[in-house]
C-alpha cells in the first residue's frame, strides 16, 4: 500500500510540472497582446437565454411568459379546409377547388394573406435548397381566387400603395410562381371574425428517376401517387412574428395552422386512397368482405387483410369519390393507387384503448412491411407511455417513393422508418413546432425518443452514455449552425443541427439531473403545449422550471453557440491522508465536475461540484478527497461522458490508463 502512494505521488508531481496552466490554442507562440484573449486563465459564463425582438413582444403581450407554459393571452388562429380535388392518373394532374375559412382568433386585423404554395418547388424558376425534383413541372397553378365573395384578378399588376398614403391597398396577389403568394387586402380581417377564401387549382405531381430528396417524388409511373404539400395552404400567423412569409426550399418541411380538414378525393373506380383523418363513406367506396374485415380489426394484436390479391379492391363504379374528415390537425396528405394492398391491425392507447393501423401497399414491395405493423404498434404504445397518450383516431402507413416523410394521422414509411416516422404524431402535430425554423425541436427530439424505443423494443435500458461528450469532437467545426439558425438556410450542416444535435443535448441534462427526470419534464411539457405552437424560448424556460435548475447557461451554450466544455484533470496530488484533484476546463460551455475514484481495495465514490463553481469566470477547480488509509487506484472525470469534450484522453489518471465509456 505504501509503495502504491509513492507511485501515485511521483505520477501526479510529474504531472503537475509537465502540464501548462491553461492548453494552448495553437503550437505558435501568442503575443503578448494577444494573451488575454487567446490563452486567458479566466472566461466570461454567460448564464441568461437570450430574448430575441419575437419572443419580447410575445411576453409583452402576454401570450408567453417565463413559466414556459401558454400564457394567460396565448391565441392562434384556426383554418378550416373544405377540399374536393380529382386525380388524372394518365395525366398525373390533380385539379381541386377548396373552401377555406380562416378564422382570425388573433388581437390584430390582418390587412394581409399569405398563401403557401410548396408545388412550386418544382418550376425551374425558384430558389431551392438541396432537394432537386423528379420532374420540373408547372407548379401549383391557381385558376381562381376570391376572399369573402370578391373575386381577385389572377394576371393584374399589383399596385402598390405609395409610401404614407392612407386607406387600404386594392384586393390584389403576388409571387403565385413563387412557393409563397401575397394577398392584398381591399378590407381588413378584424380580429375575431373570419374570412373565407375560394380557389380553384390544378398540379401535377413529379415522378421518375431524378428526385432526390423527400417530397420530391410523388408518383410510380401511373399506378401510385404520394400527393404532399399538395394544395394552396394558409401560412401560420403567430404571437410571435406575425406571418412566416419564408419561401419553401425542400429539406425544411413545416409550420401549418391547426383546424379542421374535410376532403373529398375523387379517382377511377378500382383504386384504394388512403390518408389523413376518418373515412367517413366506407359504404359508398369499400366491399362488403372490406367492410366486413374492418369491423374486426380493434378486437386483437393480430394483422388482418382488408384487401388481398385476386379480389375486388373497391366497390363498383367507373369512379369514386373517397370523403376523409379529420379535426384539430396541421396538414392532410393521401396516397391512392390501383395496385394497393391494405392491411390492419390496431395498437392499445392508455387512456384511450384500441386505435387502428392500416398499412397500403403495393404487392412487389409487401416485403418491406411485413414488421410494419408490430414496429408501428410498439412506437404508438410506447410513447404514449412516454410522452401523452396518441391523439389521433388511427394511423396509416402509406408506401411509395418518399419513404420517410410524416403527416398528420399518416407516415409515408414501411417498416424501416416507422418508429421515427410514427414519433412524428407528437411533435409537430401534436406540439405544431416551427420546423422551418427549428427543426430540432421535432427532428432532434424524435431521435432522442428513437434511443429509447428501440432499446426498449430489445427490452434493453437505453444507453445515452458518450453521446454528450461525443460532441467535443464536432464542436468547434466552421461549417456547423448553431441550433437557433434557422434550419431552412442551415446549408450542409443541416443534418446535424436538426437531427442528431439534440440527442447530444438531452444526454448532457441527463447527465446532470438524470435521464428519468429529462423525460418526466418532456412529458409535462407535451401535455401543457398539445395541439399549440411552441417555442425555443417555452422548451427552454419550461424544462428549467419543471426541473427546478437554473439551466440558463445550459440553454444558451447549446442552443446558441458551438461550444464545448474541453475538461481534464489538470493534477492529482496524494498526501498521506488527503488527495488534492484539480480540474481544467479549456471550453466556454461550463459544467458540473463529476469525479469517479476508484481505490485498490475495489472500493470507490463519486466527487461532485455543481456547474456554478464555473461561474465566476475560473477555468480551475480544486477537489480534496479524504482517503481513509486507502490508495487511489485510478480517477475518471465524467465517468459516463455526458459533458463534450474533444478528447478522453487527459479524463483519467494515471494517464494511459483506458476504461472510459468512449474506449
Not at 407554459?69 to 392562434?76: D, E
Not at 410548396?118 to 430558389?127: A, L, W
Not at 394492398?341 to 386505435?355: D, F, H, Q, Y
Request: aromatic share 10%; glycine share 8%; charged share 20%.
Amino acid at each position: 500500500m505504501m509503495m502504491t502512494n509513492v507511485r501515485a505521488l511521483c505520477l501526479a508531481t510529474l504531472m503537475v510540472l509537465l502540464a501548462p496552466a491553461v492548453a494552448p490554442a495553437t503550437a505558435q507562440e501568442v503575443p503578448a497582446l494577444l494573451q488575454g484573449s487567446v490563452n486567458s486563465d479566466t472566461r466570461p459564463v454567460r448564464r441568461d437565454v437570450p430574448l430575441t425582438n419575437m419572443i419580447r413582444r410575445a411576453m409583452e403581450a402576454g401570450t408567453r411568459d417565463f413559466t414556459g407554459r401558454p400564457g394567460s393571452s396565448y391565441w392562434q388562429l384556426e383554418v378550416d379546409y373544405d377540399i374536393k380535388v380529382s386525380l388524372d392518373p394518365s395525366t398525373q394532374r390533380l385539379a381541386g377547388t377548396e373552401t377555406v375559412s380562416l378564422h382570425n382568433n388573433s388581437p390584430d386585423d390582418l390587412t394581409e394573406i399569405y398563401l403557401r404554395l410548396d408545388h412550386n418547388i418544382f418550376r425551374d424558376d425558384v430558389p431551392r435548397g438541396s432537394s432537386v425534383p423528379a420532374e420540373e413541372t408547372e407548379g401549383m397553378v391557381l385558376t381562381s381566387l376570391s376572399v369573402n365573395g370578391t373575386t381577385v384578378d389572377l394576371y393584374a399588376r399589383p399596385q402598390p400603395r405609395r409610401f404614407g398614403a392612407p386607406g387600404p391597398a386594392e384586393l390584389s396577389v403576388s409571387g403565385l410562381t413563387q412557393t409563397v403568394a401575397r394577398i392584398a387586402l381591399e378590407d381588413a380581417i378584424p380580429a375575431g371574425t373570419t374570412a373565407t377564401l375560394e380557389i380553384a387549382w390544378h398540379t401535377k405531381l413529379p415522378g421518375g428517376e431524378n428526385g432526390r430528396a423527400h417530397r420530391m417524388t410523388q408518383r410510380f409511373g401511373d399506378s401510385l401517387f404520394q400527393p404532399t404539400q399538395w394544395f394552396p395552404r394558409i401560412a401560420k400567423y403567430d404571437d410571435l412574428r406575425g406571418w412566416w412569409p419564408d419561401v419553401y426550399l425542400g429539406p425544411a418541411e413545416f409550420y401549418n395552422n391547426f383546424g379542421r380538414f374535410d376532403v373529398e378525393i375523387n379517382v377511377p373506380g378500382g383504386w384504394i386512397v388512403s390518408g389523413t383523418g376518418v373515412l367517413q363513406n366506407p359504404e359508398d367506396v369499400l366491399t362488403e368482405s372490406a367492410r366486413e374485415r374492418l369491423s374486426g380489426i380493434l378486437d386483437s394484436d393480430r394483422e388482418v387483410m382488408i384487401v388481398d390479391l385476386d379480389e375486388p379492391k373497391t366497390a363498383d363504379g367507373s369512379s369514386l369519390t373517397w370523403h376523409f374528415s379529420a379535426d384539430k390537425v396541421n396538414d392532410f396528405a393521401w396516397a391512392a393507387s390501383d395496385e394497393f394492398l391494405w392491411r390492419s391491425t390496431r395498437a392499445m392507447i392508455p387512456e384511450k384503448g384500441a386505435v387502428p393501423i392500416h398499412m397500403f401497399y403495393i404487392p412487389s414491395r409487401a416485403g418491406l412491411f411485413t414488421e410494419a405493423g408490430s414496429r408501428t404498434r410498439h412506437a404508438l404504445e410506447f410513447y404514449s407511455e412516454l410522452w401523452a397518450p396518441y391523439p389521433f383516431p388511427q394511423l396509416t402507413l402509406q408506401d411509395g417513393p418518399s419513404a420517410g416523410m410524416e403527416y398528420p394521422m399518416v407516415i409515408n414509411s414501411n417498416q424501416g422508418a416507422a418508429d421515427h416516422e410514427a414519433a412524428h404524431q407528437w411533435w409537430p402535430m401534436m406540439l405544431g413546432t416551427n420546423e422551418t425554423w427549428f427543426g430540432w425541436m421535432d427532428e432532434g427530439f424524435n431521435s432522442y425518443m428513437n434511443i429509447l424505443s428501440r432499446a426498449h423494443a430489445r427490452g434493453e435500458e437505453p444507453d445515452l452514455d458518450g453521446l454528450g461528450m461525443s460532441y467535443g469532437q464536432r464542436a468547434g467545426d466552421e461549417g456547423e449552425a448553431p441550433m437557433m439558425w434557422q434550419a431552412n438556410y442551415a446549408g450542409s450542416s443541416y443534418g446535424f443541427q436538426t437531427y442528431r444535435k439534440a440527442p447530444l443535448m438531452l444526454s448532457m441534462l441527463g447527465g446532470i439531473v438524470g435521464d428519468a427526470e429529462v423525460q418526466r419534464a418532456m412529458s409535462a411539457y407535451t401535455h401543457a403545449w398539445a395541439f399549440k405552437h411552441p417555442s425555443p424560448w417555452d422548451f427552454a424556460f419550461f424544462m428549467s422550471n419543471e426541473l427546478g435548475v437554473d439551466l440558463g447557461w445550459f440553454w444558451y451554450s447549446w442552443l446558441w453557440t458551438t461550444d464545448s466544455v474541453d475538461q481534464s484533470i489538470a493534477s492529482l496530488e496524494v498526501g498521506d491522508r488527503q488527495a488534492v484533484i484539480t480540474v481544467h476546463q479549456a471550453g466556454q460551455m461550463p459544467a458540473p465536475v463529476v469525479l469517479l475514484v476508484e481505490f485498490d481495495d475495489e472500493s470507490s465514490t463519486i466527487l461532485e461540484a455543481p456547474v456554478d463553481v464555473w461561474f465566476d469566470g475560473t477555468r480551475s477547480h480544486t477537489m480534496t478527497l479524504d482517503l481513509d488509509g486507502r490508495s487511489i487506484a485510478r480517477v475518471v472525470l465524467d465517468p459516463h461522458c455526458r459533458f463534450p469534450d474533444r478528447s478522453s484522453a487527459d479524463n483519467v489518471w494515471p494517464t494511459g490508463i483506458s476504461g472510459t465509456c468512449t474506449d
